[in-house]
């Protein structure tokens, strides 16, 4: 029995180490099929005419900086607005609340963080593009705004999620003791309790972030598709066309080999190389608080 034992501990553990590995390969895989197929464009297309101002593949300009510049917009108003409501919320949700109204608040965002994103871009289609175009008198409700209003409720539950949980793990003996010396509840809340789930707190932050850089059919439904370079703050009430959205609107009508083809990959490429640079800041922050606080501790 022991034997069996023995051998079935060094089946799991083999099992564990080859899924472990195995995320690395298909990441380095993803990477290298990207690289294959994006890399051509820098030959076919001269650098001026892939970093210029306008994205017309018909007439072989495949500038992306409106793109990079749709995707940027809409990213920065959406953490702009989900970051401080996803925040306030999980700390409603894990030190306000009672334990009633917990138990209902909780599930409830775990369910909208499974809801398909092409529902929620029809409600933004159908609801709230009228009711701006309406309320600021625009000519037209599909603008960056939009988009940043969607994404930002796409993120939200998310960081309402990872970040209730960070601050649920911190112990009550933290709490306590702050509330033993004086403290006030909102004083134990901002100055112990959220600096303690600070690497969860930033963790949930980064990946609603990412959530919303990657996001593709809600942005695609209502930022309106315009290939412009946002170079006004006035222009976030106007269309944009994101990276995610030309992916999705082109590649599957472009010829297979082709310099589009190749272009749209590097899109791609840029896109695999924000989130990488979002997780390592993340990864990056996380740590250096871990090494704070065990230096604290000893």
Do not use: C
């Amino acid at each position: 029995m022991k034997k069996n034992l023995s051998w079935n501990e060094y089946l799991i553990t083999g099992l564990i180490i080859v899924s472990g590995y195995s995320a690395i390969l298909f990441v380095g895989l993803i990477l290298f099929f990207l690289l294959r197929e994006g890399l051509p464009s820098f030959r076919e297309v001269p650098l001026p005419v892939i970093f210029s101002k306008r994205w017309y593949p018909i007439e072989d300009y495949f500038g992306i900086l409106p793109l990079l510049g749709g995707s940027l917009i809409v990213t920065l108003g959406a953490t702009m607005i989900a970051v401080p409501v996803g925040l306030s919320t999980a700390i409603f949700i894990s030190e306000i609340a009672p334990r009633w109204a917990r138990e209902i608040l909780k599930p409830l965002i775990e369910l909208l963080a499974g809801l398909p994103s092409v529902v929620l871009g029809f409600l933004g289609v159908l609801v709230f593009t009228s009711l701006l175009r309406r309320a600021l008198d625009l000519p037209t409700g599909l603008t960056a705004f939009t988009g940043s209003f969607l994404l930002g409720g796409i993120a939200i539950p998310t960081i309402v999620s990872v970040a209730e949980d960070a601050l649920d793990a911190v112990p009550r003996s933290y709490r306590d003791g702050a509330l033993a010396l004086g403290a006030t509840k909102w004083q134990t809340i901002w100055r112990v309790t959220l600096p303690a789930a600070r690497s969860g707190v930033v963790t949930a932050i980064m990946l609603g972030i990412g959530r919303a850089i990657g996001e593709t059919m809600a942005v695609m439904m209502v930022t309106g598709n315009a290939p412009v370079l946002p170079v006004r703050l006035s222009m976030l009430f106007s269309p944009v066309r994101t990276m995610t959205a030309t992916i999705a609107a082109e590649m599957g009508e472009v010829a297979s080999g082709s310099v589009h083809f190749h272009v749209l990959f590097l899109i791609g490429i840029i896109l695999f190389s924000i989130s990488l640079i979002v997780n390592v800041i993340a990864s990056a922050v996380v740590f250096r608080q871990r090494k704070r606080s065990e230096r604290i501790l000893s």
